[in-house]
């Protein structure tokens, strides 16, 4: 018994090893079961045995493939929590890119193909998995911004931050391309995944700072002007 259980999580483990692959590279309707049995050398049953079908190993595959990359590139980018809010900024813009710009990851290009041809089985484990990642960056935005910031500010800083990283997501899929499939890559040059993160941060701090300051302005002009009043008031 015990070897038939070693045995059949190695088998899951091979399943979900080629499914990321097989999803990343072809999509979920262009893959079949055949296809991933294939390369995980399992028999084609297999998959509805551990997964009772396609669709239940398309959703474990990804949130398998979004583990080991969170593994291999933790969250904070390798700063400590005692960190600088902007150094902390740096590490996670670090390690989302990392984890685009790693091959042995696939979450993101099995993302890039729902997008282009949805399925709709990804939104709850996507959003799930994604939240707590979303909320640790809203929280170090909102330290940079300041305490006069509203959740709408908060919002948009980070959107526009993940959507420069999303920039790099699309060169790196195109690089993947096959070379004839790469003209618009002639004059691009190599990205180094460091130097681009400087990049974001320098970019991403210019705005949060011009926010930061006409929010403080604000704040002080309606304080001086709620000063005032208290003294009109006062003096009738």
């Known amino acids: 018994m015990k070897k038939q259980r070693i045995d059949g999580q190695e088998t899951r483990l091979r399943l979900l090893d080629a499914a990321s692959m097989v999803f990343a590279k072809k999509g979920f309707w262009e893959t079949t079961n055949a296809d991933i049995c294939k390369v995980a050398q399992v028999n084609t049953a297999s998959v509805n045995y551990h997964f009772g079908g396609k669709e239940e190993l398309y959703i474990s595959a990804w949130k398998y493939s979004f583990d080991k990359s969170l593994e291999a590139h933790p969250q904070d980018g390798g700063v400590p929590p005692e960190a600088s809010p902007k150094d902390r900024l740096r590490g996670r813009i670090l390690s989302f890119l990392q984890r685009v710009a790693d091959p042995k990851t696939y979450e993101i290009e099995i993302m890039h193909k729902e997008m282009a041809c949805p399925t709709g089985l990804l939104h709850k484990i996507v959003h799930s998995s994604l939240k707590t990642l979303n909320d640790g960056f809203k929280t170090i935005v909102a330290e940079l911004l300041g305490k006069d910031a509203n959740e709408k500010q908060i919002l948009?800083?980070?959107?526009?931050?993940?959507?420069?990283?999303?920039?790099?997501?699309?060169?790196?899929?195109?690089?993947?391309?096959?070379?004839?499939?790469?003209?618009?890559?002639?004059?691009?040059?190599?990205?180094?995944?460091?130097?681009?993160?400087?990049?974001v941060l320098i970019f991403s701090m210019a705005g949060i700072n011009s926010i930061r300051k006409e929010n403080r302005n604000s704040s002080t002009l309606s304080e001086n002007n709620s000063k005032k009043k208290k003294r009109k008031a006062g003096n009738k």
């Open 156 to 199: 948009f800083c980070h959107m526009n931050i993940v959507n420069m990283c999303f920039g790099f997501v699309h060169y790196i899929h195109l690089s993947r391309l096959p070379i004839d499939d790469q003209n618009d890559m002639n004059d691009v040059v190599e990205i180094d995944v460091k130097d681009f993160a400087d990049y």
